[in-house]
């Protein structure tokens, strides 16, 4: 129990935990480094006086002024690492930005999408990030897979269904689709699960409509597969708790988690 709750609190406060630790760090070096430069200076007649030399510089090394500087440099040290940490970050997310991204978890009435299947949608939203060099990406697809935590279920959707929803100046359409084409900043989604009955039973469909199973109650852990032909895609969980009088709830926030980019299903060149 103790354990749990240090490495909860390690979580908590990342930043002190560091900066403790390269305290330590520090202060373990300079004592390394002075009793090497004792030993290195004193003679064979003065050996019995080396843990004298020891106890005082000791006494020196975690003086409380020396802890302080000890600690201001412990905390430039981790100032400097989170700095270059925050801009690997930033590049890792820009450069792996470009493609198919995960945009969001959202229910069908926010969206204005029709029933399907006899029930009400919960969509994954995919946005085409490609904007600075403008792609559309090409026959979109997305493959699901539910995990039940205890280990007693799975169910697989080999190809999702989309609502596809399109607008050309004055025209607008929209419909069921097994895959879709996503221009440059374009926004489109698929269906996770179904709500049909007033029991909170969520069911998983095939793009035609066709059930695969119903989800049980309990923790759930869901694969995202997200391809397309000709741009990269991504691969990526969703974790969420179902139960009877209390729907579904995510149990993390952010709720969607990248695991991997997948490359393109027919690389150009």
């Known amino acids: ?20 630790l390269l305290v330590i760090a520090l202060e373990k070096l300079l004592e390394h480094r002075a009793l090497a430069w004792a030993n290195d200076r004193v003679d064979d007649g003065a050996v019995l006086l080396l843990p004298e ?3 005082t510089l000791m006494a020196a090394i975690h003086h409380p002024v020396i802890s302080v500087l000890l600690m201001a440099a412990a905390y ?9 940490y925050t801009a690997w970050r930033k ?37 085409n990030s490609s904007s600075r060099v403008p792609i559309t990406a090409k026959d979109v697809i997305a493959q699901i897979q539910f995990s039940h935590v205890s280990g007693s279920q799975r169910l697989t959707v080999p190809n999702a269904a989309w609502y596809a929803m399109t607008d050309s100046g004055s025209t ?3 419909g069921w ?52 032909e000709n741009v990269a895609g991504f691969e990526g969980t969703l974790k969420f708790t179902i139960t009877k009088f209390g729907g579904f709830q995510f149990e993390t ?17």
Request: charged share 25%.
């Open 172 to 174: 607008h359409s929209a």
């Open 253 to 269: 926030s952010p709720a969607f988690a990248l695991r991997r980019r997948l490359p393109p299903r027919f690389p150009q060149g």
């Open 177 to 228: 689709r097994s895959s879709v084409d996503l221009e440059a900043s374009e926004t489109q989604c698929f269906v996770l699960f179904v709500h049909k009955d007033q029991e909170n039973r969520l069911w998983v469909h095939r793009d035609n409509g066709s059930p695969v199973g119903v989800l049980e109650y309990g923790g759930w852990e869901v694969i995202l597969r997200v391809t397309a």
């Open 1 to 20: 129990m103790y354990f749990q709750r240090s490495l909860e609190e390690i979580r908590r406060h990342p930043r002190r935990w560091l900066w403790g």
């Open 76 to 84: 430039a040290v981790g100032m400097v690492f989170f700095a270059h």
């Open 53 to 55: 030399i020891r106890d």
């Open 91 to 127: 590049n890792r997310n820009r450069s792996s930005s470009t493609g198919l991204n995960f945009a969001g978890c959202d229910g069908s009435t926010s969206r204005n999408i029709p029933r399907w299947a006899e029930g009400v949608v919960t969509v994954i939203e995919v946005t």
